[in-house]
């Protein structure tokens, strides 16, 4: 039955598109479970978005490296219980839905150092996901990350226009029919 409803309202998404971004309402409607917990913000939120971060090889990135794209940011630590737990389901939904329109982006707060992060990411199977490093916290305090995880979705010109705090099932029904009327509707 759950299916069949969110079947419904991604239609209904669908169907009445005009080149627009998804209207918050319509898109709160597709919450079920916990993306119950994803809040959806009444007008884009600006953010740092070209502060400077590292990959693991230390190459220099900025979250604006994604503009064009709907960005799913993933905050977290090697050390988070909740993270070890979510980071699969991040994996997953980037490697069913990234690409060309979305990707799946996962920010290491604080001291991760580079063998850790790529032994975490062993143990959980994850292989997809893109991992930046902030080791001093300068984004996650400029965007008032508050506790591990926190999720937050970026639209097509990197503005913040959903949060959500805890972990969730990023690789469910529910989370898939949201980030699939994200794409739909913004141009993907």
């Known amino acids: ?9 991604y239609t209904a998404l669908a169907l009445s598109a005009n080149g627009a971004a998804a209207d918050t309402a319509d898109l709160a409607g597709l919450r079920q479970g916990s993306m119950m917990k994803l809040n959806f913000h009444d007008s884009p939120q600006e953010i740092p978005a070209d502060m400077a971060l590292t990959d693991l090889d230390g190459a220099e990135a900025r979250l604006s490296d994604y503009a064009g794209n709907i960005v799913l940011v993933n ?63 300068a984004l996650a305090r400029q965007m008032a990350v508050l506790g591990l ?11 913040e226009i959903a949060r959500l705090r805890g972990d969730a099932d990023w690789n469910g029904e529910s989370a898939r029919a949201i980030i699939r009327a994200l794409t739909d509707e913004s141009g993907a």
Not at 3 to 8: D, E, G, N, Q
Not at 108 to 131: D, Q, T, Y
Not at 150 to 157: A, G, K, P, Q, S
Request: hydrophobic share 45%; aromatic share 10%; with cysteine.
């Open 1 to 9: 039955m759950r299916w069949f409803r969110l079947a419904i309202l």
């Open 75 to 137: 905050f977290w630590a090697t050390w988070c219980a909740p993270c070890r737990k979510e980071m699969p389901m991040l994996d997953a939904l980037q490697a069913d839905l990234g690409g060309d329109g979305f990707e799946v982006v996962t920010v290491a707060v604080g001291r991760n150092p580079v063998p850790g992060i790529r032994r975490f990411f062993s143990e959980v199977g994850v292989s997809h996901v893109r991992a930046l490093r902030d080791p001093k916290q």
């Open 149 to 159: 995880p926190i999720t937050v979705i970026l639209d097509r010109e990197g503005r």
